[in-house]
């Protein structure tokens, strides 16, 4: 079934791979699971066709929920069509509809602080949801639990809870590496960062990492986008990016 979908996540993945979530017509939260779309199809004829703001259109196929991951559908990739992109206000208005006043409230599941912050695999009615957050106090570079290293924000809710995750926000990569190829190293570029993200109004997607070999019965928290008011890209997308 062809669906509108406005794409809010577009988080960074192995090998290349990114995965791409989004708001559909209807109100309902998808995710483009199968087949999981490479980096290389991101753009088409030196145009960003997903990038969070875009409104494509898609023929979903197979709703293919497995807790907490209840948003993937299996679509055809040669359906995917781009229609436009929402004005700023517009964009606004869809982070803030789907905002949580808490990271717990997102998940409806208790959340563990074990070797980073994560809940159980199977259970949860969503793998995806919005924060603004409280209190940004740093944003660095650094290692995760899972050894490798990579830019973390370290946050608060309005429940006073804390959170310190892993950033797999895929144009934000791209644009700290732009950064990092003008010759600055990972860590300035975390330090200039920090006080601009401070100073305007930030909107986080929050989502749920797959489980994996070390612990198989978690999912981890991460940050799948952040979005800011003014907007830090200044209205650029992954075409104005490219490294």
Same mark, same amino acid.
């Given at each position: ?46 145009? +960003? ?29 040669? &359906? ?42 199977? &259970? ?15 944003? &660095?570079?650094?290692?995760? +639990? ?18 310190? /995750? ?19 190293? +990972? ?16 909107? /986080?997607?929050?989502?749920? +990492? ?34």
């Amino acid at each position: 079934m062809k669906r509108v979908i406005t794409v809010t996540d577009l988080t960074r993945m192995y090998a290349g791979y990114v995965c791409v979530a989004g708001l559909a017509e209807d109100g309902e939260m998808v995710r483009l699971s199968a087949p999981r779309p490479h980096e290389l199809e991101v753009l088409a004829g030196g145009q +960003a066709v997903f990038f969070p703001s875009a409104v494509i259109e898609c023929d979903l196929q197979q709703h293919r929920p497995e807790p907490p991951h209840t948003e993937d559908y299996r679509y055809d990739p040669d &359906s995917v069509r781009w229609l436009r992109r929402l004005d700023r206000e517009a964009w606004r208005g869809v982070l803030e509809g789907l905002c949580y006043p808490t990271v717990a409230e997102i998940f409806e599941q208790p959340i563990q602080d074990d070797h980073g912050w994560h809940i159980p695999d199977g &259970s949860g009615p969503r793998s995806l949801g919005s924060l603004r957050p409280v209190e940004i106090t740093r944003l &660095s570079y650094e290692p995760g +639990a899972e050894g490798s290293w990579g830019y973390r924000l370290r946050f608060s809710d309005a429940s006073g809870a804390r959170y310190n /995750l892993k950033i797999t926000d895929y144009v934000w990569h791209r644009y700290c590496s732009q950064r990092r190829g003008q010759g600055n190293d +990972a860590a300035s570029v975390a330090a200039a960062a920090a006080p601009m993200l401070r100073q305007r109004d930030v909107i /986080l997607r929050l989502g749920l +990492a797959r489980k994996w070999a070390k612990f198989p019965g978690r999912c981890y928290l991460q940050i799948n986008g952040i979005h800011t008011f003014p907007d830090y890209l200044a209205g650029k997308t992954l075409a104005d990016l490219e490294l």
